[in-house]
Nanobody, 125 residues
Framework: QVQPVESGGGFVRPGDSLRLSCAPS????????MAWFRQAPGKEREFVAG????????YYADSVQGRFTISMHSATSTLYLQMDSLKPEDTAIYYC??????????????????WGQGTQVTVSS
């Protein structure tokens, strides 16, 4: 693999939970910030959640605060996004990304260099 690979997407009902995983395509993400973005049809790619390479200093978009949790499994350098209380508006393709750590979580796509191919999350009744 030449880029991170996301998995865990699927179809769920409103209120359900889902956990996304991002397997790294490099040996370590040390020195990088990690993030999840999402993009719905016809909309711009938006920031969802991000953290330092070790999982610290997590930061969330207002739209997912309190419902989503980003974490990093250090031993495998696997990034996770635990999504609870899912809503239809969470429907999107979700991407994991990595970029140089610059003292805070970057919230723009241009802050990141490495991108996964995306995994589809659909929340529908």
């Amino acid at each position: 693999q030449v880029q991170p690979v996301e998995s865990g997407g699927g179809f769920v009902r409103p209120g359900d939970s889902l956990r996304l995983s991002c397997a790294p395509s490099i040996r370590t993400f040390g020195g990088y910030g990690m993030a999840w973005f999402r993009q719905a049809p016809g909309k711009e790619r938006e920031f969802v959640a991000g953290c330092k390479w070790n999982g610290d200093e997590s930061y969330y978009a207002d739209s997912v605060q309190g419902r989503f949790t980003i974490s990093m499994h250090s031993a495998t350098s696997t990034l996770y996004l635990q999504m609870d209380s899912l809503k239809p508006e969470d429907t999107a393709i979700y991407y994991c990304a990595a970029g140089f750590w610059a003292q805070r979580v970057g919230t723009r796509p241009t802050d990141y260099t490495y991108w996964g191919q995306g995994t589809q999350v659909t929340v529908s009744s």
